[in-house]
């Protein structure tokens, strides 16, 4: 049923317009804005685009909503620092660096990863592709 169709993932945000400068200036992405339906488009390469909308109840989820595959961690992480993006930090099963990266020489345990928030508290990602 689903085999030709093209997917996309959406998640809210408390406010579009704080939204549209994080994800045009501090991530660098192309972010078209679509007045009539008060959304907006993450222009993604190679993929299907992300859709954000506006809700004024909005309540970040508490899991990763948006992963950015990178080659080198290190660089993305130095790179995003310099524009302004605070990464987070754990310390419980998962432990993450000084720059906030979880470093995994263990296929096991997933690939090296850094995890920050968007201005309306969801959770993003980098992470480095293996």
């Known amino acids: 049923m689903f085999r030709q169709t ?6 809210s945000v408390s406010d ?3 939204a549209k400068e994080f994800y045009q200036q501090q991530l660098g992405l192309e972010v078209t804005e679509d007045t009539t339906m008060s959304i907006l488009r993450l222009n993604i390469t ?3 685009g992300v859709i954000i909308y506006p ?3 909005h309540m970040p ?5 948006l992963n950015f595959p990178v080659s ?4 993305a992480v130095d790179e995003l620092t310099k524009r302004g993006v605070r990464f987070l930090q754990y310390d419980g099963e998962i432990q993450t660096d000084e720059k906030g990266i979880f470093r995994s020489d263990d296929k096991s345990q997933g690939p090296s ?3 920050f928030e ?7 990602s980098v992470l480095e592709e293996q």
């Open 72 to 75: 080198d961690i290190d660089a």
């Open 55 to 57: 809700k004024s109840n």
């Open 61 to 65: 989820a508490t899991f990763t909503v």
């Open 16 to 18: 579009l317009q704080e």
């Open 46 to 48: 190679g993929g299907n």
């Open 113 to 115: 990863i850094a995890w």
């Open 6 to 11: 093209k997917a996309f993932s959406s998640f």
């Open 118 to 124: 968007d201005p309306a508290g969801n959770i993003l």
